[in-house]
């Protein structure tokens, strides 16, 4: 059970917008720490989408946004497209941890 | 071109050892502290352990503690992860990845590049 909680599923049609949230607590996302996100397609390694809260690494699509307010983060997925279907992951850091970084559960995006 | 590629992994009994590597190119290794994450078949992301540029840092999570120690040769740009004492919920894929820290604070480093993992399997 991690401390930051995603949606197991979320899907969309081809073109349209969808949001995966990230919901912590205080320890965590409320406190101030940083929220990254990671895309995995099936069958490979993570891959930065973003970092610090909104940044987004050269060669990532501005399709792809982040944001933060509160204890939660989300991540908005614009025009959406048939290789955007993967799994997605919010990574924090947790106060009450003795871990380095904290992960959610992952998001599970189908395009329908 | 960044790379991180691991090998070691494989099928081990229970109570048994296993050390994995990591390769690393086309960055400067020795300038980052370098990361282990694992993921369990079919579950999420967890971080396994840290260590500094020099290697004087190290950090587990507490599952691995006493166990696991991870270790780094600059001079070869790799990066190692010896796992004693396995047990089967140490059966995951093992990723490599090199930790960053924003410019003004390192409470909440991401992890990029990541290796394609190596898969370690513990079971009789």
């Known amino acids: 059970q991690s401390v930051l909680t995603q949606p197991p599923s979320v899907s969309g049609a081809p073109g349209q917008r969808v949001t995966i949230s990230c919901t912590g607590s205080s320890s965590n996302i409320g406190a101030g720490y940083d929220v990254h996100w990671y895309q995995q397609l099936p069958g490979t390694a993570p891959k930065l989408l973003i970092y610090?809260?909104?940044n987004r690494p050269s060669g990532v699509p501005d399709r792809f946004s982040g944001s933060k307010s509160g204890t939660s983060a989300s991540l908005a997925i614009t025009g959406l497209q048939a290789e955007d279907e993967a799994d997605y992951y919010c990574?924090?850091?947790?106060?009450?941890?003795?871990?380095?970084?904290?992960f959610g559960g992952g998001t599970k995006l189908t395009v329908l | 071109e960044v790379q991180l590629v691991e090998s070691g992994g494989g099928l081990v009994q229970p109570g048994g050892s296993l050390r994995l590597s990591c390769a690393a190119s086309?960055?400067?290794?020795?300038?980052?502290?370098m990361s282990w994450v694992r993921q369990a078949p079919g579950k999420g992301l967890e971080w396994v352990a840290n260590?500094?540029?020099?290697?004087?840092?190290?950090y587990y999570v507490d599952s691995v503690k006493g166990r696991f120690t991870i270790s780094r040769d600059n001079a070869k740009n790799s990066l190692y992860l010896q796992m004693n004492s396995l047990r089967a919920e140490d059966t995951a894929v093992y990723y490599c990845?090199?930790?960053?820290?924003?410019?003004?604070?390192?409470?909440?480093?991401?992890?990029?590049?990541w290796g394609q993992g190596t898969l370690v399997t513990v079971s009789s």
């Open positions: 610090g809260n909104s």
């Open positions: 990574q924090s850091y947790d106060s009450s941890l003795s871990a380095s970084g904290v």
């Open positions: 990845a090199a930790r960053h820290c924003s410019s003004t604070s390192c409470s909440s480093p991401w992890f990029d590049p």
């Open positions: 086309g960055f400067t290794f020795s300038s980052y502290w």
């Open positions: 260590i500094k540029q020099d290697g004087s840092e190290k």
